[in-house]
């Protein structure tokens, strides 16, 4: 047996990529191994990148530095640069890290067990092309988990001007519904309890295929599967969303009550200059719709703080976004130019470092805020959680779960209920968590 470890920064989309390369080695007679602490401890190195921000991306270098060290010592040793960076830099890759066997972009993927193959013969080899491959029939290795992401959609087509993702990811592509239906019968065999559908905009879900099918077709087809699971998908585009689909988590029992549907500014300007195709009272309209169809749903969100040219008012309408709209997490980042997009190229309206890091923090604050609004709500309520991991804490056993609206639930008890459904009373809260007593294992 040969020997794997793969690192994965960034986003869902690239861990699903990890779980796909994986499958891959699987049947080329690699095995995962955990981390290796010197160039003996395993046989290829992966590393997954992220260029979502700069940060993302000097992470990936950096990491690699050590692994670049050990080749030196052991030459056989071969090192995989792959994701997001490595579809956009491509071959330069190799001018700043000569020991990297195989670049591979996100696009040929599928074209991974051919190029293993290729580097394995000590070929070096650079696979960046700007055409997807077609998907193979390949099994993904699931990371352990109780909850399977499903892709849905590749690519974007939106062209945030801040977001590099149509770039690095390139134009969106629907997976078909038969492929989508084998993957989570697949999953639901396997013992998972949970798949959440996975897209950059699962909402425009469809285009471009026979019958152009919907997501809330596709909610409602997996809602008829048999068994006990649960069903959510993300990434939500605010004016994307339709009445049907919001009737859909309404109607489908397995259809959990959360959405995320990432605002990005509370200011109509700033979203004028991101394209972002809705205006702040829009968003309210559409947040407002869904919380009068479907009780108890939590919405959360992305936010960017400093946007090129983005006045002190118009980040305080950001601010008071999140308060209005009763947001109840959202994820949150400091603006980071991106080669490429359009934004990058308005220098001369760039924020310094310190304005943008002021503007996070007032963000987080308000952030937190929210959270604790939203948790305050539970208390006193029964509600289900589906467990999906066990630890010590000082002593006491807990078991961590999710409720069907995405809330961490933190329940004392001394055995382990992974992969269970439970019934907890919530008994208290934290920022990032509501603490629950277990009723009943059902
Ligand atoms: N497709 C999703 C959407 O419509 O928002 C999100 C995709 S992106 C991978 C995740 C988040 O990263 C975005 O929602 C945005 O807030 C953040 N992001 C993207 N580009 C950024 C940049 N250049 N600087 C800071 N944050 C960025
Ligand atoms: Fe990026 Fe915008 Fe597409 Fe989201 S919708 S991935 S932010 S371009």
């Known amino acids: ?20 390369m994986l499958g891959i080695l699987e049947t080329l007679g690699y095995q995962e191994v955990e981390e290796p602490h010197n160039p003996n401890d395993a046989d290829l190195l992966i590393i997954n990148t992220c260029s979502i921000r700069q940060l993302s991306e000097d992470k990936a270098f950096s990491r690699i530095g ?37 670049i591979m972009g996100t696009h040929d993927i599928n074209n991974f067990p051919e190029l293993i193959k290729r580097i394995e013969q000590g070929e070096k080899v650079c696979a960046n092309g700007e055409t997807p ?3 193979g029939d390949y099994k993904l290795k699931r990371a352990k988990s109780t909850n399977a992401w499903i892709t849905i959609t590749e690519g974007c087509n939106n062209f945030c001007t801040y977001c590099i993702v149509p770039y690095t990811r390139g134009r969106e592509r629907s997976r078909t519904p038969e492929v989508i239906f084998k993957d989570v ?53 605010p004016t994307d969303i339709t009445d049907e689909l919001i009737q859909t988590v309404v109607d489908c029992e397995k259809v959990c009550e959360w959405m ?55 980040f305080e309408e950001t601010l008071t976004a999140m308060e209005e709209f009763k947001l109840d997490y959202s994820n949150t980042a400091s603006y980071s130019p991106r080669e490429k997009t359009v934004a990058a190229k308005w220098e001369d309206l760039f924020l310094s470092e310190e304005v943008k890091e002021d503007r996070l923090k007032r963000l987080n604050d308000q952030n937190k805020e929210n959270c604790v609004a939203s948790n305050k709500k539970y208390i006193g309520r029964e509600m289900e959680v589906l467990v999906d991991s066990f630890d010590e804490h000082k002593g006491i056993k ?12 933190h329940i004392p008890y001394n055995d382990d209920l992974t992969g269970k459904f439970v019934t907890a009373k919530i008994t208290g809260m934290k920022t990032w968590y509501l603490k629950g007593e277990l009723k009943e294992i059902l």
């Open 260 to 314: 995320h549907i990432p605002m990005q500014s509370g200011s109509t300007a700033v979203l004028k200059k991101m394209n972002r195709r809705y205006t702040r009272e829009q968003y309210g309209e559409i947040v407002k719709k869904i919380r009068e169809k479907i009780p108890d749903v939590a919405i959360t969100s992305d936010f960017i703080a400093g946007f090129p040219g983005e006045t002190n008012e118009q």
């Open 185 to 237: 019968k697949e999953a639901l065999e396997a013992g998972y309890k949970e798949v959440t559908l996975l897209g950059q905009n699962v909402d425009s879900y469809g285009k471009g295929l026979d019958g152009n099918p919907t997501l809330a077709y596709l909610l409602r087809e997996i809602n008829s599967f048999e068994g006990k699971f649960r069903i959510r998908f993300t990434t939500s585009y």
């Open 66 to 102: 050590t692994w670049g060290k050990w080749k030196k010592e052991r030459p056989e040793l071969k090192i995989v640069f792959c994701g997001c960076v490595a579809q956009q830099k491509g071959e330069s890759i190799f001018k700043r890290a000569h020991y990297v066997d195989l």
């Open 133 to 135: 491959i077609a998907e």
């Open 1 to 20: 047996m040969k020997r794997v470890y793969v690192e994965t920064l960034g986003c869902q989309m690239n861990k699903t990529d990890t779980e796909k």
């Open 398 to 409: 807990i078991n961590t779960g999710r409720t069907r609206n995405n809330k961490i639930v």
